[in-house]
């Protein structure tokens, strides 16, 4: 083996054998990623849905460096701050219903661990035991770590290897278009005594495919673990702050979950930060006098005033500017341009919901190459699967918008 550039970086989800040589970043603003070539690419995902307001808004940099002056970190476990503190509020305020307490992490699949934790403990601190399992949907994805590993698509090759190690959870389908009441009434029934609870990634299944389903069968999940008495996890990682047209997907349905897990956009796609928001009645199974009845998890960074000073600053900009009609209009621009898709040989689908815009292939594309020709197109696409997808900046100007849905048109049109 002999050393290149980046030998020392195992890179995600990559066979480090094959990979070809990443691009390197530079510098990043607005829309647009610029490489150590000079050249600039338009970002057409936002790295990975996070930066809804674009890169390096001043508004957020700004906040982030006046935090960094006063106090970059402290530790959460005894101590408090202003910043934590004034961002639990106003995510409270912000949710529906009483979600009210907000415990904050660090990365998506951590606060997925966390609302699993919370389920399981809430039935152990009623003093009942034997709930440990949660109903899952096929198609899934909750992130890498070993519990949310387990919530994931048990199909999905990405964690199969691991099945050894996860626990085993109960899992459905998830129908696109009816509401699914029978069958799934009928699983909720059956393993109503072993289930902690329900998880759901709401409106859009994003890492499993982008595969989305109508309000109506979310609030048909809603009503069903009502009805069986089992807390709703909805996991608005992906699709929280404004990224399906509303500021959280559950609004749509009408939906107040039991517990809610937010990250990615939550800092404006600045930091590392996540939180899982737990309603007043799920946190008052945790009120005791027995020590034992705390929640026990904490890490080291949690809460961490850099991040917290960016989601608030994130947060101004959600009140300030108008993100969600934005999310709208980038919308309807995706509608109208990925429109003529449709009709192509070799697009099984095109779906758009919100601010994301997906174009799926009949048979699955030669990712590598695909990447290449949006890279040769001056475009930042992560093709994965059977699709490529948009979901840009809230804020994407309109001219960038229609270079990425132009280079996505012809692209996927002639794939090889
Ligand atoms: N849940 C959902 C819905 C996600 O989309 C993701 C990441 O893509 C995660 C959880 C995991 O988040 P993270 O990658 O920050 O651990």
Same mark, same amino acid.
């Given at each position: 083996?002999?050393?290149?550039?980046?030998?020392?970086?195992?890179?995600?989800?990559?066979?480090?054998?094959?990979?070809?040589?990443?691009?390197?970043?530079?510098?990043?603003?607005?829309?647009?990623?610029?490489?150590?070539?000079?050249?600039?690419?338009?970002?057409?995902?936002?790295?990975?849905?996070?930066?809804?307001?674009?890169?390096?808004?001043?508004?957020?940099?700004?906040?982030?460096?006046?935090?960094?002056?006063?106090?970059?970190?402290?530790?959460?476990?005894?101590?408090?701050?202003?910043?934590?503190?004034?961002?639990?509020?106003?995510?409270?305020?912000?949710?529906?219903?009483?979600?009210?307490?907000?415990?904050?992490?660090?990365?998506?699949?951590?606060?997925?661990?966390?609302?699993?934790?919370?389920?399981?403990?809430?039935?152990?601190?009623?003093?009942?035991?034997?709930?440990?399992?949660?109903?899952?949907?096929?198609?899934?994805?909750?992130?890498?770590?070993?519990?949310?590993?387990?919530?994931?698509?048990?199909?999905?090759?990405?964690?199969?290897?691991?099945?050894?190690?996860?626990?085993?959870?109960?899992?459905?389908?998830?129908?696109?278009?009816?509401?699914?009441?029978?069958?799934?009434?009928?699983?909720?029934?059956?393993?109503?005594?072993?289930?902690?609870?329900?998880?759901?990634?709401?409106?859009?299944?994003?890492?499993?495919?982008?595969?989305?389903?109508?309000?109506?069968?979310?609030?048909?999940?809603?009503?069903?673990?009502?009805?069986?008495?089992?807390?709703?996890?909805?996991?608005?990682?992906?699709?929280?702050?404004?990224?399906?047209?509303?500021?959280?997907?559950?609004?749509?349905?009408?939906?107040?979950?039991?517990?809610?897990? @937010?990250?990615?956009?939550?800092?404006?796609?600045?930091?590392?930060?996540?939180?899982?928001?737990?309603?007043?009645?799920?946190?008052?199974?945790?009120?005791?006098?027995?020590?034992?009845?705390? @929640?026990?998890?904490?890490?080291?960074?949690?809460?961490?005033?850099?991040?917290?000073?960016?989601?608030?600053?994130?947060?101004?900009?959600?009140?300030?500017?108008?993100?969600?009609?934005?999310?709208?209009?980038?919308?309807?621009?995706?509608?109208?341009?990925?429109?003529?898709?449709?009709?192509?040989?070799?697009?099984?689908?095109?779906?758009?919901?919100?601010?994301?815009?997906?174009?799926?292939?009949?048979?699955?594309?030669?990712?590598?190459?695909?990447?290449?020709?949006?890279?040769?197109?001056?475009?930042?696409?992560?093709?994965?699967?059977?699709?490529?997808?948009?979901?840009?900046?809230?804020?994407?100007?309109?001219?960038?918008?229609?270079?990425?849905?132009?280079?996505?048109?012809?692209?996927?049109?002639?794939?090889?």
């Amino acid at each position: 083996m002999t050393e290149r550039r980046g030998d020392h970086l195992w890179r995600p989800y990559t066979q480090m054998k094959l990979a070809v040589a990443p691009l390197e970043a530079v510098a990043t603003s607005g829309s647009r990623i610029t490489l150590a070539d000079g050249r600039a690419l338009i970002d057409g995902i936002a790295s990975w849905w996070t930066a809804v307001h674009g890169y390096n808004h001043p508004h957020i940099r700004d906040a982030v460096s006046n935090q960094l002056q006063r106090m970059p970190h402290v530790m959460f476990g005894g101590l408090t701050h202003a910043p934590a503190e004034k961002l639990a509020a106003r995510l409270a305020a912000l949710l529906p219903g009483d979600l009210n307490h907000v415990f904050f992490t660090d990365s998506g699949s951590v606060a997925v661990e966390v609302a699993l934790k919370m389920a399981v403990q809430l039935w152990l601190n009623r003093g009942v035991s034997g709930r440990t399992r949660v109903l899952a949907f096929r198609g899934g994805y909750h992130g890498d770590t070993m519990g949310a590993m387990s919530a994931c698509d048990p199909d999905e090759g990405m964690h199969r290897r691991f099945g050894a190690y996860l626990p085993s959870q109960v899992f459905c389908d998830l129908p696109r278009t009816a509401a699914p009441e029978a069958a799934l009434d009928a699983a909720m029934a059956a393993h109503r005594h072993e289930l902690a609870a329900v998880i759901v990634e709401p409106l859009v299944q994003g890492a499993g495919g982008m595969l989305m389903h109508p309000p109506e069968v979310l609030a048909t999940i809603a009503r069903l673990s009502r009805r069986h008495g089992l807390p709703l996890i909805a996991d608005e990682i992906f699709t929280g702050f404004g990224r399906t047209g509303s500021l959280f997907a559950c609004e749509q349905a009408g939906v107040v979950p039991d517990i809610v897990c @937010l990250s990615k956009a939550l800092t404006g796609g600045t930091m590392a930060l996540a939180a899982t928001v737990a309603t007043s009645e799920i946190f008052s199974q945790f009120w005791s006098d027995d020590p034992a009845h705390a @929640l026990m998890h904490g890490p080291t960074f949690m809460a961490n005033p850099l991040a917290c000073a960016a989601a608030n600053a994130s947060l101004d900009l959600f009140e300030a500017e108008p993100r969600l009609a934005q999310a709208e209009a980038i919308g309807a621009r995706l509608d109208e341009g990925l429109a003529p898709l449709r009709k192509k040989p070799g697009i099984a689908d095109v779906r758009v919901l919100g601010a994301i815009g997906v174009v799926q292939f009949a048979g699955t594309p030669d990712l590598a190459v695909l990447k290449q020709k949006f890279v040769e197109r001056g475009v930042w696409v992560r093709p994965f699967g059977d699709i490529v997808y948009l979901t840009p900046a809230l804020t994407i100007p309109e001219g960038d918008l229609d270079r990425l849905i132009a280079a996505v048109c012809d692209i996927a049109a002639a794939p090889e």
